[in-house]
């Protein structure tokens, strides 16, 4: 009977043939069946010859510091800056002499140290395999000294920061609870913050989660109350009561508290905090031919220090 016959058959009749073409394979010798050896001998198992790119984090805090060039002989690299002078100019009779005032400032001792990325492949492996040794390392190893970068410049900052705030007012970070998400309230309070110190707030880092709570305010979405579109152009915000929006995904929550932060500016547009680069992305290779090896090693040397630490108000909240 053709299977195209079977269109014809009842509901019985259909089940009965189905059972014996079941029945015609044998189930113990047959390749067609996967399980058997022969069948994985004569359809072995392939893999896809490119290797799919990683999933990559948004790396992005680290280019937003001040940066100092220090390519140059020395161990460390200390910074000046000048502190706030005297309020206000004082009164002086015609007959009295004039008093003088201490010119006072602060300094900020960058230690650069060597971070590092390493991998190294056998001549047999690079052989064998249908892998871009060569290709795939030097993407690693640039992305982990950008990750590392970043991920110092994000501990640094929060470290350094002089004030903190949470969401609703709360004074700690085991006072928040569900309701206690991310806000434009949030933002603005870190605005006032660093406004009061002086400083033009500029930058917002946060989080994935804290984006997604900000982003669900019904007024972001509303034009007309909130004032402009530009707020969620390219589904993601760019520009907040004049404070540039960044998103990284190294502000990860801690027990239920994620904690972004809102950065100022100096008068003379100094950032927040300073990178000193004594040393450049540098990848180097290596043959080692008594163990037959081909090695990648690629290093930077740089440090992170805050220079303005009025100038960060770290923003914490709560995350599901």
């Known amino acids: 009977m053709l299977l195209a016959e079977m269109n014809f058959l009842n509901n019985e009749d259909i089940k009965m043939a189905r059972e014996l073409l079941k029945q015609a394979f044998d189930t113990t010798n047959g390749w067609i069946y996967d399980t058997s050896s022969y069948a994985k001998a004569v359809a072995p198992a392939k893999y896809d010859e490119m290797v ?14 001040e940066q100092y060039d220090f390519r140059q002989p020395g161990r460390t690299w200390t910074v000046t800056i000048d502190a706030e002078p005297g309020s206000a100019a004082a009164v002086v009779a015609e007959t009295d002499a004039v008093s003088y005032t201490a010119i006072t400032n602060r300094q900020v001792t960058f230690s650069p140290s060597t971070k590092y990325a390493a991998y190294q492949a056998s001549y047999e492996q690079m052989q064998d395999g249908f892998l871009n040794f060569m290709e795939n390392a030097s993407k690693k190893i640039g992305y982990q000294l950008s990750w590392k970068k970043d991920s110092l410049a994000v501990s640094t900052i929060i470290a350094g920061a002089t004030t903190t705030k949470y969401a609703n007012s709360k004074s700690l970070a085991t006072d928040l609870n569900s309701t206690d998400v991310f806000s434009r309230e949030l933002v603005l309070e870190g605005r006032k913050v660093v406004g009061k110190y002086y400083y033009n707030p500029s930058e917002l880092v946060i989080g994935r989660d804290q984006e997604a709570d900000l982003l669900n305010e019904g007024s972001i979405y509303k034009a007309n109350e909130f004032g402009t579109r530009s707020a969620i152009s390219n589904g993601l915000i760019g520009n907040l009561y004049g404070v540039q929006i960044y998103v990284s995904d190294l502000i990860v929550a801690s027990s239920n508290v994620a904690k972004g932060f809102l950065m100022g500016r100096s008068g003379s547009d ?24 081909q090695k990648v090693v690629g290093t930077e040397r740089y440090d992170i220090k805050v220079i303005h630490p009025n100038a960060i108000c770290v923003l914490g909240s709560y995350v599901a």
Do not use: H, W
């Open 270 to 293: 100094e950032a927040a905090f300073g990178v000193a680069v004594a040393q450049d992305p540098m990848m180097e290779t290596k043959r080692d031919i008594e163990y037959r090896q």
């Open 52 to 65: 799919k790119s990683f999933e990559e984090k948004n790396l992005i805090v680290a280019s937003l510091g």
